[in-house]
């Protein structure tokens, strides 16, 4: 149809829809939630085209009111969309770890803002595994909450960084006052630093209402140009000293930006990552050994050469760059143990027939014992079919499985072993053997993805 000849109520429609489709790219990403400035603003705005499609003026005409109709459906489609990613349950489940971050530092950050730098093993061991609970998050792909994901993250690993760093900080020096005038400076420079420290763990966490990044900047710039300022000629230790507290000044200073990073969509949209696809190919390489292990009906002969195959692939994994991402590094986590599982498949397999080769010796062995080997000959069957499983927890063959690991756990716990210390080690390898077969397949239907 010729533009010109639209009538004018077409025209505004099409005008509208355009401004939709633009505030439609901020809907799709949005990470935050309800109470953001953003979802109001985002929603003021969809909102207002709502009213401009309600105002144009159909006179009547069906293709009119059906192209309203549609503007409507579409702009309103968004303001759903906008809601359910503000509430989605894995939105809010990544709030409240990150409410328990903030809590923690709250806690924990005292010492920093009285110029000390102590780190309790509590700080330490309640980030790492707010780290650890922020990866396993399920996002099912949604950009919206891999963003909000990863935003988290990187605030939550900065800080853990931060406190890294803190703990392995061990200057040269500092000198006492007496050594020279510049050295009581250094020093105060160095406490104030450590304050800096506090009040920019409290800024990525956002627990301070008394700071802001700028006023950080120039703090921590102030603190240079204070160092900058000392004679130290002809020191060369204090001269060292100086040093290393300009670099921890510079270490802070980096994390400033994160905020702008975080918001890159190569920074947390995996799919394309170099690392990720490398795990990818060492994950497609392994199961080319799996097919062929589990296909190949006398495996005997692939034992050795699969193994080395597979003990090469976890040195290619060991090479993987993390580049500090969480996300990676789970993602290579996860790698690790699928090939360690074939591997102790194969382990497992080349033990029982080994035993079957020395049938005097086996009829031998303490009724026990071989109790544990029967439990183990079962559990080898079993791990077979948990490597070859591809479902979910609402399969019954799940079901099946996880009851099969389980009987076998409780066979495991009525063996007595009567005092044999043979007996003691090998049920207590099973027993580990049957709880890792189970995290295996526990691990396999999390839907986990990066």
């Known amino acids: 149809m010729d533009m010109g000849n639209q009538h004018p109520s077409i025209k505004r429609l099409q005008e509208i829809q355009k401004e939709v489709k633009e505030i439609e790219q901020q809907v799709v990403v949005f990470s935050g939630l309800s109470t953001d400035p953003d979802y109001k603003k985002l929603e003021r705005s969809l909102t207002k085209q709502l009213f ?27 303001l759903k969309e906008l809601e359910q990613n ?11 770890i990150f409410k328990e971050a903030q809590s923690l530092v709250e806690r924990e950050i005292t010492p920093f803002y009285k110029g000390g730098n102590c780190i309790s093993d509590e700080f330490e061991e309640g980030i790492q595994d707010i780290v650890l609970r922020l990866t396993q998050v399920k996002t099912g792909g949604k950009v919206s909450l891999r963003k909000a994901r990863y935003r988290t993250l990187t605030k939550v690993c900065a800080v853990q960084e931060i406190i890294e760093n803190c703990v ?17 400076k250094i020093n105060s420079v160095m406490c104030d630093v450590n304050k800096a420290r506090g009040t920019l763990i409290a800024l990525l966490m956002g627990v301070s209402s008394n700071d802001t990044c700028r006023h950080l900047s120039c703090v921590l710039t102030g603190l240079i140009a204070d160092l900058d ?31 702008e990073e975080a918001n890159s969509t190569h920074a947390y949209d995996l799919a394309q990552n170099q690392s990720i696809l490398k795990i990818e ?14 296909k190949t009906e006398n495996a005997s002969d692939l034992y050795l050469g699969s193994k080395a195959e597979l003990q090469g692939l976890i040195a290619h994994l060991d090479e993987v760059s993390l580049g500090k991402n969480p996300c990676i590094r789970e ?24 035993r079957q080769m020395y049938p005097e010796k086996t009829a031998a062995e303490h009724q026990s014992l071989k109790a544990v080997w029967t439990v183990l000959g079962n559990l080898s069957q ?29 066979a ?10 043979r007996c003691k080690a090998a049920r207590k390898q099973a027993v580990k053997l049957a709880q890792n077969i189970l995290y295996y397949l526990d691990m396999k239907t999390d839907e986990w993805e990066y």
């Open 412 to 421: 495991l716990d009525a063996v007595d072993p009567q005092g044999d210390e």
């Open 331 to 354: 993602a290579r986590r996860r790698a690790v143990i699928e090939v360690q599982a074939l591997i102790t498949y194969i382990d497992l397999k080349e033990a029982l027939e080994k």
């Open 86 to 96: 503000a509430n989605h349950p894995r939105r809010l489940e990544i709030e409240a």
């Open 229 to 259: 300022a000392l004679d130290v000629c002809g020191h060369t230790e204090i001269r060292n000293y100086r040093k290393e507290v300009v670099e921890e000044i510079n270490k802070l200073q980096k994390y400033l930006d994160l905020e």
């Open 382 to 410: 079993i791990q077979q079919e948990v490597i070859s499983f591809d479902g979910n927890r609402t399969d019954k063959n799940y079901m099946r499985l996880e009851e099969l690991l389980t009987k076998q756990l409780l």
């Open 52 to 78: 401009e499609i309600d105002s144009v003026d159909t006179e009547g005409k069906g293709d009119i009111q059906q192209a309203r109709k549609r503007a409507a459906q579409e702009t309103e489609r968004l």
């Open 168 to 184: 392995k900080q061990q200057l040269s020096l500092p000198l006492s006052n007496e050594a020279h005038p510049s050295v009581s």
């Open 281 to 294: 190919e060492i994950r497609k390489k392994m199961k080319e050994v799996n097919s062929l292990l589990l």
